[in-house]
């Protein structure tokens, strides 16, 4: 691990755009789309900075570590998951430049498998934080985080089956819940 | 595990906690060798009732998912379904009254949970002095708001309420009461023979362990790491002052990790929030508080945009974000994700707990303000016997309040604050 930065100035620091045009350059096609947000707030309309950056699965675990390149060690918030009909989405909510005293930027790597093959990299290896969210994923949506170092169930209750996972929205799953949560169809998907 | 060690489980489930958190050590005597911590028995499913919601009725959902820092959960949702919606031109005062409140509920938090660490080291006058010093913020955030757990303030493009001029004199009123009693608060705690010992050295978390397991909150700051999000990504008012993150060494202690020193951050944060919330009254910026009147607009609005955004906030414990996607033509939320303090902080209390007594697992537990109301049932099992005891919660405050009368005998003295 990389000592991390304590002050300004001792790394250079990259814009928003910046690590967009960084994440092109070395990922190439690996980069399926990016976006970059910029939010202002106060009366001094001070902005900051939210870069969207979304990659092919097999190249996911290349994002992470180019990533740490921009700054280390990486601070993760979480990975968010959803349900997009055909696909699972993932989406890692990293910040890079904390510490520094303003101008965190937060960097937002997604990327997407199919149902019919819900494998996804683990990065707990290199983001030892990443462990809790990476096993709710599993759980929830029913993805296989490959090499993840403990993959036991964590929030759901023992009761539930394996084989349920309360996020995602197909019908089959439904029905599965249907068993473990009254009403479930008058929720809707 | 060695042949002297056996399993301690401590948890489930406690009615007063947010995240109920099941415990399992492997206990050598009376130290902590290897913790597991398996939270979830009281998992609600809040974000799949939310992903059935619209973002309207999601917000009080979002309120509800804690009952002692609600309002940051619904400040991070607001936020985020704001940017997904394309929602950005939030009037100032609204900016401002949203910050005021986010600081309250930091003030009610920390007071909180310094009574309750006072309880867990046997100190019940403490606790009870804490507690009443907190009702003069509860009272505050009744007056402005109504309500005193759930406020209801925030909303897509705004906030319900204004802080008028003619309330500013009553708010102002307790910060001057904080302002006299802050001195009081801190040589209870800080300098306190007694309660140094108990926790001076005691559920160390490295600064090299923070950064790995990206800890967040009083728990990072402690050990030297100067996240806040407050400062690091200035959201909503805050973007307006030049804040510093409160490290344990502006009091004039090293950045240590233990829990004196997330001790230390907790107080000097409540002295922090006394500052924002005279600063925020003080330059509150006229017009109006919301970007509009009409709620159904803004639900109709929220329906045809699509998007997604993340919201963070600096909570009492650290760092919360909420993810947001909504769909166009889709009234609900698509994809929503909550993700609290004590969710980033569950690896760094493994490590904070490992080498820890016994005795001493109740503050460390507590250390990182997670509620301690979890330990409300322990079972012992002596790994060569394998005979089985249940501890209730009780017996494991017992040994706790033992061991710090025992320290005082072993000192001989009153401790310093004469409760």
């Avoid at chain 2, 301690?372 to 017992?398: A, L, S």
Wanted: aromatic share 8%; proline share 6%.
């Amino acid at each position: 691990m990389m000592e991390p930065a304590e002050a300004d100035g001792k790394i250079k620091r990259l814009t928003g755009e910046e690590i967009v045009s960084l994440f092109r350059e070395r990922l190439g096609d690996g980069v399926v789309d990016t976006r970059v947000d910029v939010y202002t707030n106060g009366v001094r309309k001070k902005p900051f900075e939210s870069v969207w950056i979304r990659v092919k699965r097999e190249n996911f675990r290349d994002a992470v570590k180019l990533l740490a390149e921009v700054h280390s060690p990486l601070h993760i918030s979480v990975a968010s998951g959803s349900d997009i009909g055909d696909e699972i989405e993932l989406i890692y909510h990293f910040q890079v430049y904390w510490g520094m005293g303003g101008g965190q930027i937060s960097v937002s790597i997604g990327s997407r498998c199919p149902k019919s093959d819900p494998r996804f990299p683990s990065v707990s290896d290199l983001v030892p934080g990443a462990i809790i969210t990476e096993r709710e994923k599993q759980e929830f949506l029913g993805v296989v985080m490959e090499g993840i170092p403990d993959g036991r169930q964590l929030f759901l209750s023992e009761s539930l089956p394996p084989d349920v996972h309360p996020w995602r929205k197909d019908e089959e799953e439904l029905k599965k819940l249907e068993k473990y949560i009254r009403n479930v169809h008058d929720e809707g998907v | 595990m060695s042949k002297c060690s056996y399993t301690l489980p401590i948890g489930p489930v406690h009615p007063a906690l947010k995240e109920p958190t099941m415990f399992k050590f492997v206990m050598d005597g009376e130290i902590v060798k290897e913790v597991d911590v398996q939270p979830g028995v009281n998992h609600r499913g809040i974000e799949f009732i939310g992903m059935r919601r619209n973002p309207l009725q999601v917000l009080h959902l979002a309120e509800r998912i804690c009952g002692i820092c609600s309002i940051v959960h619904q400040y991070a949702f607001t936020m985020a379904s704001e940017k997904a919606a394309g929602i950005n031109d939030i009037p100032e005062r609204a900016q401002y009254i949203r910050t005021i409140m986010a600081e309250l509920e930091r003030i009610h938090s920390h007071v909180l949970w310094a009574g309750v660490a006072a309880h867990e080291l046997g100190f019940d006058t403490l606790l009870h002095w804490t507690w009443k010093l907190r009702e003069d913020v509860q009272d505050v955030l009744e007056y402005i708001s109504g309500n005193r757990v759930n406020y209801a303030m925030y909303y897509q493009g705004g906030v319900r309420r204004d802080i008028s001029p003619e309330k500013i004199p009553r708010i102002k009123e307790m910060i001057s009461a904080y302002r006299r009693e802050f001195q009081k608060l801190a040589d209870a705690f800080l300098e306190d023979p007694l309660f140094k010992h108990r926790t001076v050295n005691v559920g160390v978390l490295t600064k090299k362990d923070a950064l790995e397991t990206s800890a967040v909150g009083p728990t990072t700051r402690g050990s030297g790491v100067p996240k806040d999000v407050r400062v690091d990504q200035p959201y909503g008012g805050y973007a307006d002052l030049d804040l510093k993150p409160c490290l344990p060494e502006q009091m004039g202690y090293p950045n240590t990790g233990d829990t004196y020193a997330k001790t230390v951050v907790r107080i000097l944060e409540v002295g922090q929030s006394l500052d924002i919330i005279e600063f925020c009254l003080d330059n509150m910026p006229p017009g109006p508080i919301r970007w509009e009147m009409n709620v159904n607009k803004v639900l109709m609005h929220m329906k045809k945009a699509g998007g997604e955004a993340i919201g963070m906030t600096e909570a009492p414990r650290g760092e919360m974000i909420h993810y947001v996607r909504l769909d166009p033509g889709d009234e609900n939320v698509s994809a929503w994700k909550v993700r609290a303090s004590t969710y980033n902080n569950i690896i760094a209390w493994q490590k904070m707990l490992v080498g820890a007594q016994i005795a001493d697992v109740a503050i460390v537990a507590a250390s990182i303000d997670p509620c301690i109301g979890c330990m409300d049932r322990v079972t012992v099992v002596d790994g060569e016997t394998g005979k089985e005891g249940v501890m209730t919660k009780e017996d494991f405050y017992r040994l706790s309040v033992r061991k710090t009368r025992r320290l005082r005998r072993m000192k001989g003295k009153p401790s310093g604050g004469g409760w």
